[in-house]
Nanobody, 121 residues
Framework: QVQLVESGGGLVQPGGSLRLSCAAS????????MDWYRQAPEKQRELVAS???????NYADSVKGRFTISRDHAKNTVYLQMDSLKPEDTAVYYC???????????????WGQGTQVTVSS
């Protein structure tokens, strides 16, 4: 089994910064793509940022220039550096990964439990 554990969420003032981490552990052969999603109350879950095993990144228009996604392959960890935070960034942030299992060699997608980010003065 594989687990994704997010950390780094919390309460921050507008204009502040947070760094989210998502560490994958378990029977991992490789990780293809790691993404960050978020879901605010009364809104659908949306893709915030993604990064491939080759390092290619994509961002939602709403966060371009403010958020940066990166990964540490050795630690099976993806990060989301969030700068210039706005109240509209308030949401539960979820880590998502496509993982190749080291025992079965199957590809399986996993979701983290989510971490709350609240931007408020």
């Amino acid at each position: 089994q594989v687990q994704l554990v997010e950390s780094g969420g919390g309460l921050v003032q507008p204009g502040g910064s947070l760094r989210l981490s998502c560490a994958a552990s378990g029977t991992i052969l490789s990780i293809n793509t790691m993404d960050w999603y978020r879901q605010a109350p009364e809104k659908q879950r949306e893709l915030v940022a993604s990064i491939t095993s080759g390092g290619s990144t994509n961002y939602a228009d709403s966060v371009k220039g403010r958020f940066t996604i990166s990964r540490d392959h050795a630690k099976n960890t993806v990060y989301l550096q969030m700068d210039s935070l706005k109240p509209e960034d308030t949401a539960v942030y979820y880590c998502y990964a496509i993982v190749r299992n080291s025992h079965t060699y199957h590809f399986v997608n996993y979701w983290g439990q989510g971490t709350q980010v609240t931007v408020s003065s």
